[in-house]
């Protein structure tokens, strides 16, 4: 049976409305309410069907972030995860850290944990970077199946289903393998009051990314963060003719 290691990242949660720092150096992050990465949900909940139909026997969830990044963890041990690594990053060592460093952490962890499956979400929504899957099954040198909206396991691996543009992908690759969760991969379930108070007494170890030996110096500087450009305010029109007799005044008709 396969062991999982799932990625699960805090990020700002999904309602909220997002403000720039005035000095431009990123985003508002104090007192603002965090979540999972919605992604990394559904990577979650795939790990616990594949564990529900005995297909997988452990499932751990990595989170690398500052110390809130264990009440992630604690949601995805009251999901149904087993175990939860914790790797602390904080402070300035945070706002650099990219997805190759991610990546590194994660690939170093799905040997040490003897896992064969990574799952990871397709993407974080607060840096929209989309390569942690990539970059996790390129340094462990393991086929990956990315944006994944079905997945099987079958006696020589696994069958995915991936969403591409204009249509769906099937592929098979052996295990080990790394995947990502696309939206329609499954609906997470929410965690039960009792399962939450299970998941206080599963284990979360705590380690640095120097224990792992990976460095996390950053490889990129933000120039600078900007909110979007304000929409130009509409016109209203009295009626169809004058708005006919405006578009074509604007050469779109
Ligand atoms: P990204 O490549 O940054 O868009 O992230 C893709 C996926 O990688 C996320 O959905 C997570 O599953 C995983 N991931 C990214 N950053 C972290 C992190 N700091 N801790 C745990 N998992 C992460």
Redesign the pocket.
């Known amino acids: 049976m396969s062991r999982v290691l799932v ?3 805090r990020v700002i949660d999904y309602a909220v409305k997002v403000r720039v720092k005035p000095d431009k150096t990123g985003v508002v992050t104090d007192g603002v309410k965090h979540s999972m ?1 919605p ?2 949900e559904i ?1 979650i909940e795939e790990a616990i069907r594949m564990k529900e139909k005995k297909l997988v026997s452990e499932i751990i969830a ?4 500052p110390a809130q990044a264990q009440d992630t963890i604690r949601t995805a041990l009251a999901m149904g995860a087993d175990k939860g690594i914790h790797v602390e990053i904080s402070g300035s060592d945070y706002d650099t ?1 990219q ?1 190759i460093h ?1 990546s590194k952490i994660l690939a170093k962890l799905a040997q040490d944990e003897k896992a064969d499956l990574v799952i ?5 929504i607060d ?7 990539q970059m996790t099954a390129a340094l462990l040198d393991w086929p990956q199946a990315t944006f994944a909206s079905k997945v099987d396991k079958t006696d020589s691996g696994l069958t995915v289903t991936r969403e591409i543009d204009g249509g769906l992908e099937t592929i098979k690759c052996k295990m080990p393998a790394v995947i ?1 969760a696309d939206l329609r991969l499954n609906e997470p379930r929410y965690a039960t009051l009792p399962n939450i108070m299970k998941a206080k007494k599963k284990p979360i170890k705590k380690i640095t990314a120097k224990d792992l030996g990976v460095d996390t110096t950053a490889r990129i500087r933000v120039v600078s963060v900007e909110e979007p450009p304000v929409r130009q305010a509409g016109s209203i029109v009295p009626d169809v003719d004058t708005l006919i007799a405006k578009l074509k005044e604007g050469g779109h008709v």
């Open positions: 990625g699960v990242k990465n992604f990394d990577a990595v989170s690398c972030g850290l997805p991610v990871v979400g397709k993407q974080a840096d929209d970077s989309n390569q942690t899957a990502s």
